[in-house]
């Protein structure tokens, strides 16, 4: 197991390496490596004489990805989230230029926000969809608001490209995004990205409430706590959080 995880950190190595890095004669790691090498777990390249990790330990690590739904992984970090906040916490992912709602648990408080599974919506006016957009690159950002445009729902809707990338830009670097009542009014959310195995974004996590249970000074204590929520379903999806992440 060391020597395979050693592998699947770094790609390959020589037999003299990998015996050196885990503590091994490298008589004994060999024996290891070619019993696996029998049952497709790893793999030898005569040309360079490095080991690299084989077809059988891919299709192990994919049957974890099939068993760690996406939105199985994060309805208990949802639920805690909720119960931690006092606010109603979504699971949305990015399709087609929009924000997908996947999923909600339900905050206790009479007025609340509510979004049932496959609700869709604009992403520069959402919390998660503003999330998911800080990931990527601007011209694929671009190329959403060439598709979808940015239409006008509130006062404080950002309806330049302008103000959205400044938004955006504020968003990447804290690790959060805000929705300051700019899809309903009276309502606000905060939101945080959900990484796969290659650092990428592919769903994000958010609470959202009335602006009365939301002041501006409670935000910026929010902000972090749907930040780790965000981190701890990426750990249960398997994914990886980027360095410039902090948490």
Same mark, same amino acid.
């Given at each position: 197991?060391?020597?395979?995880?050693?592998?699947?950190?770094?790609?390959?190595?020589?037999?003299?390496?990998?015996?050196?890095?885990?503590?091994?004669?490298?008589?004994?790691? #060999?024996?290891?490596?070619?019993?696996?090498?029998?049952?497709?777990?790893?793999?030898?390249?005569?040309?360079?004489?490095?080991?690299?990790?084989? &077809?059988?330990?891919?299709?192990?690590?994919?049957?974890? &990805?099939?068993?760690?739904?996406?939105?199985?992984?994060?309805?208990?970090?949802?639920?805690?989230?909720?119960?931690?906040?006092?606010?109603?916490?979504?699971?949305?992912?990015?399709?087609?230029?929009?924000?997908? @709602?996947?999923?909600?648990?339900?905050?206790?408080?009479? &007025?609340?926000? @509510?979004?049932?599974?496959?609700?869709?919506?604009?992403?520069?006016?959402?919390?998660?969809?503003?999330?998911?957009?800080?990931?990527?690159?601007?011209?694929?950002?671009?190329?959403?608001?060439?598709?979808?445009?940015?239409?006008?729902?509130?006062?404080?809707?950002?309806?330049?490209?302008?103000?959205?990338?400044?938004?955006?830009?504020?968003?990447?670097?804290?690790?959060?995004?805000?929705?300051?009542?700019?899809? #309903?009014?009276?309502?606000?959310?905060?939101?945080?990205? &959900? #990484?796969?195995? #290659?650092?990428?974004?592919?769903? +994000?996590?958010?609470?959202?409430?009335?602006?009365?249970? @939301?002041?501006?000074?409670?935000?910026?204590?929010?902000?972090?706590?749907?930040?780790?929520?965000?981190?701890?379903?990426?750990?249960?999806? +398997? +994914?990886?959080?980027?360095?410039?992440?902090?948490?």
């Amino acid at each position: 197991m060391t020597l395979l995880s050693l592998l699947g950190k770094d790609g390959k190595g020589t037999l003299s390496d990998l015996g050196l890095r885990a503590g091994m004669p490298p008589s004994t790691a #060999y024996r290891l490596l070619t019993t696996m090498q029998a049952h497709g777990m790893v793999a030898f390249d005569e040309t360079t004489q490095e080991w690299m990790v084989g &077809i059988e330990a891919f299709r192990l690590g994919s049957a974890f &990805i099939h068993r760690t739904n996406l939105a199985e992984a994060g309805r208990e970090v949802m639920r805690r989230l909720m119960q931690e906040t006092g606010e109603t916490s979504n699971l949305a992912i990015a399709d087609d230029g929009d924000v997908v @709602f996947i999923s909600q648990v339900e905050s206790q408080n009479p &007025i609340r926000a @509510f979004f049932s599974a496959g609700t869709r919506g604009h992403m520069h006016a959402s919390g998660i969809g503003k999330a998911l957009l800080s990931e990527m690159t601007r011209e694929e950002v671009e190329g959403i608001l060439q598709k979808k445009g940015l239409p006008e729902f509130t006062p404080k809707t950002l309806t330049t490209p302008a103000a959205l990338f400044k938004d955006l830009e504020q968003s990447r670097l804290r690790g959060w995004a805000y929705d300051d009542e700019e899809r #309903y009014g009276g309502m606000r959310c905060v939101a945080s990205p &959900i #990484y796969n195995t #290659y650092g990428e974004a592919v769903a +994000g996590i958010s609470v959202s409430g009335p602006t009365v249970r @939301f002041p501006d000074l409670s935000v910026p204590e929010l902000g972090p706590k749907v930040r780790l929520a965000a981190a701890e379903v990426t750990r249960r999806i +398997g +994914g990886v959080v980027p360095e410039r992440v902090s948490l």
